[in-house]
T-cell receptor
């Protein structure tokens, strides 16, 4: 049982490049989300999904796209990377529905945009 | 969702109890109080949550005041490995709810 797996762990991009951060969970969780964390700051919600085929925006969605074609996967796409998107990105999941328990986080993906 | 207020930083001696306060004066009746922590730059880790009663698990205790406007997370015997940023979050228990993190309290446990 791997939990929440994020790839890659580290990535360096040039301004204007595109890339996809991958997130997969093997716990059959309905709810998945992406956060970003800038140095010295708390986590800010980018996008989230309450089930396959359903996504919604969080606090800071601009510059990011998501899709949820399967329960297991929730990729985050940067279409045209900007230096302001340099951050650590965390993916999280939970069973969803009226579940009141915990979010399970991945170990993070560290992105630098030059 | 209700906002929370936490001190920016706290110190605690190893072996002593660490008491981390959180103010959530605008909490509504169906909102739970959650605590997470983040050690160094790892992914946040769930600690405990509660609605109105005090809660205890193997990691910590959560004390919620009777009016639910504040709470305290207690680490009974802090160790150096408890040095982390601790987040207090108020959340409604619905599947469309969004867990919103603030800046948290940086707890430094010293020898």
């Amino acid at each position: 049982n791997a939990g929440v797996t994020q790839t890659p762990k580290f990535q360096v991009l040039k301004t204007g490049q595109s890339m996809t951060l991958q997130c997969a969970q093997d716990m059959n969780h309905e709810y998945m989300s992406w956060y970003r964390q800038d140095p010295g700051m708390g986590l800010r919600l980018i996008h989230y999904s309450v089930g396959a085929g359903i996504t919604d925006q969080g606090e800071v969605p601009n510059g990011y796209n998501v899709s949820r074609s399967t329960t297991e996967d929730f990729p985050l796409r940067l279409l045209s990377a900007a230096p302001s998107q340099t951050s650590v990105y965390f993916c999280a999941s939970s069973p969803g529905d009226t579940y009141t328990g915990e979010l399970f986080f991945g170990e993070g993906s560290r992105l630098t945009v030059l | 969702d209700a906002k929370t207020t936490q001190p920016t930083s706290m110190d605690c001696a190893e072996g002593r109890a660490a008491n981390l306060p959180c103010n959530h004066s605008t909490i509504s009746g169906n909102e739970y109080v959650y605590w997470y922590r983040q050690i160094h730059s790892q992914g946040p880790q769930y600690i405990i949550h509660g609605l109105k009663n005090n809660e205890t698990n193997e990691m910590a205790s959560l004390i919620i005041t009777e009016d639910r406007k504040s709470s305290t997370l207690i680490l009974p015997h802090a160790t150096l490995r408890d040095t982390a940023v601790y987040y207090c979050i108020v959340r409604r228990p619905y599947n469309t709810d969004k867990l919103i993190f603030g800046t948290g309290t940086r707890l430094q446990v010293f020898p």
